[in-house]
């Protein structure tokens, strides 16, 4: 199991595209995801708070839906630097954003609960990664999900800043 303290995916995303509200680390009030590898996966933990609640008990299905798709990002910036035989770190992380995004609500998810977020890449071409991915709580998978990751468009990159790649 990865170290959660150590550098994630993540704390490698450019500044000027690093305020994501469930990723970035520039986004004070965030979800603050961290995405490490692990094998062949990535992983990420996040334990919801009482601001989650969807049913007493229980997670909102918005904040599973934002988790998958983070870590999904997350992931296939993750994959395309190991696949430049790059270590996450050793280059700012590319930024990805999400083209499609489908999540299976499999059972409900408990509140209060640490959540483990697992993804593998199914598929990756120079024009988009496809990522499955799962929820967890105590071992019991809560949901699952497939997001079409593509690289951040021009259209998104503001003139005076920068690229993330």
Avoid at 36 to 62: C, K, M, N, Q
Avoid at 139 to 154: F, H
């Amino acid at each position: 199991m990865p170290d959660p303290a150590a550098p994630a995916v993540q704390d490698y995303y450019p500044e000027d595209f690093a305020h994501c509200y469930g990723c970035g680390r520039l986004n004070g009030p965030g979800l603050h995801l961290r995405s490490h590898w692990d094998g062949e996966e990535t992983v990420a933990r996040f334990t919801p708070s009482a601001d989650h609640t969807a049913l007493p008990g229980f997670v909102y299905g918005g904040l599973i839906a934002s988790l998958i798709d983070c870590h999904a990002m997350g992931t296939a910036a993750a994959a395309t630097l190991r696949a430049d035989g790059l270590d996450v770190g050793a280059a700012p992380s590319p930024r990805f954003v999400t083209a499609a995004l489908r999540v299976d609500y499999l059972k409900p998810t408990p509140l209060g609960r640490e959540l483990e977020i697992r993804a593998r890449v199914r598929e990756r071409t120079a024009r988009k990664v496809v990522i499955e991915s799962t929820v967890s709580a105590d071992g019991v998978i809560t949901a699952r999900g497939e997001a079409v990751a593509v690289p951040l468009p021009p259209s998104m990159v503001q003139p005076d800043r920068g690229e993330s790649r």
